[in-house]
């Protein structure tokens, strides 16, 4: 999986900024502000994936203009896919010509933010699940699609409480179950690749015993289970719990609280890890994504990591750079660090949203 070319137009604040990629490392480099991060947004929404940053396609847009431009060559498997998304009013997106075809690139996003994968909220974890699966499975992207859809209408209705909608939010309930059904499926088979992985890749860095399962709506053990096989299970769930959603005016049937627990040593990571414990985990974590995507395709995702290195000791940062070796990397970072130097890596150069090769 290579993403060998880049051009973002009219997006925030690049005019016109381009990007030819090496197979290896590519060094984003410049002072604050000048579309470091600007390049790996871009890069991240050939994925499919929605903004890390943005919460919607109009923050992207530069001030004044009418509409965003990315276009990109991916290649994966030998083949070269040329990507155009244009963002504004409304998305359209082409790959080859195609309209609204699937967006080929794989890529796994590391920023200092995801350091709080272990410490922060379960929110942070969903994300990370989201992300990593969605690019596996498309299936996976659309019932999450679908289940974000319904959960907003469900809690619509729930908050507004007009009893004229209590049919609708039957139908709405069971639809909700059947979508998080296959969400729950999937999370729960990535979820057992990743307990079979991160362990191992934590003990290389030097860390404790980790472990981590995943965890759903009470009462529900999807272990073994079909889609078809959890939805009763589900619906059962809402049942028991549909007087009390009317009555707080709020949906507390689903799988929008789903969480990974995590620990190290058999202490919840998310209570006792010190700060340097949940980076080593955040980092296992991203790394064994990064095998699971590996072993499920073939190739290895491009690495697009946001100026984390500085966040990590030397010792991380030498583990973390050796992990990745083999694949493409984009690593932004304020001076070059000697990150190009240790990795033999092409440097780019950012400066008011234009880019500069070497
Ligand atoms: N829609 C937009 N139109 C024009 N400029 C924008 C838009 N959105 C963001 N910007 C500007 O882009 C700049 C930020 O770019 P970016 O985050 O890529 O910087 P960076 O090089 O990663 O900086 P740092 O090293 O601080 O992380 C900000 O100054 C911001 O004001
Ligand atoms: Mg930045």
Redesign the pocket.
Known sequence: MILKKLRAEDF??CGDAECVFEPGVNVIC??????????L?AAWLLTGQRSFRARSDK?????GAESARVSATVETDGRDFECELILGARRRVTVNGVKRAPLPLRAILFSPTDLDLVRGGAAERRRFMDAAISQLRPAYAKALAEASRLYEHKTRILRDGDPAMLDVLEDFSLRYAAACSRLIYYRNAWCRRLAETAPAVHKAIGGETLELSYKTVTGVDPEGKKPSDIYPLLVEHWRAHREAEIASGSCLSGAHKDDIELSLDGLSARTYASQGQARTAALSLKLAERDISTLDTGSPPVMLL??VLSELDPRRQDFFLNSIAGGQVLI?C?EDEGVSSRTGGKVLT?EA?RVRQG
């Not at 410049?30 to 390049?39: C, D, E, F, P």
């Not at 923050?59 to 001030?63: A, I, P, S, T, W």
Request: proline share 0%; aromatic share 4%; glycine share 12%.
């Open positions: 925030r604040l410049g002072i604050n502000a000048q579309g470091k991060t600007t390049l947004e923050e992207l847009v530069r001030f946001d100026d932004t304020c950012v949203g």
